[in-house]
């Protein structure tokens, strides 16, 4: 079993910047890929980032550039910094944990998942 704890969620303003922190704890190694997801009111989930044990990374295109997710195995602490955002960013972030492929960006994959951090861009 692995637990995940969020943090780093808030209200800024355009064009402002946040990290999102994520801790896992209990069997955290067994974590293969971590990944950041988000969801916005009315819409579907959707990836935000994921890394692998290794380092490699996949990061959703629409926020390539801005966003950039690292971690940290012996930590076992997942993070995501945000820079440039947007209100289109305003969203539930999520974190996953999953313990079969080294990256993946199929929600399916990820079995363990965090209560979510609220980022609301606002001005």
């Known amino acids: 079993q692995v637990m995940l704890v969020e943090s780093g969620g808030g209200t800024v303003q355009p064009g402002g910047s ?3 922190s994520c801790v896992a704890s209990g069997r955290s190694d067994t974590i293969t890929s971590m990944a950041w997801f988000r969801q916005a009111p009315g819409k579907e989930r959707e990836y935000v ?3 692998g044990r ?9 926020m390539k550039g801005r966003f950039t997710i690292s971690r940290d195995n012996n930590k076992n602490i997942v993070w995501l910094q945000m820079i440039g955002l947007e209100p289109e960013d305003t969203a539930l972030y999520y974190c996953a944990a999953g313990t ?3 990256t993946t960006v199929n929600p399916d994959d990820y079995t363990y998942w965090g209560q979510g951090t609220q980022v609301t861009v606002s001005s």
């Open 54 to 62: 290794g380092g490699g990374r996949i990061t959703n295109m629409s």
């Open 100 to 102: 079969r492929r080294e």
């Open 18 to 20: 946040l990290r999102l």
């Open 49 to 51: 980032s994921v890394i």
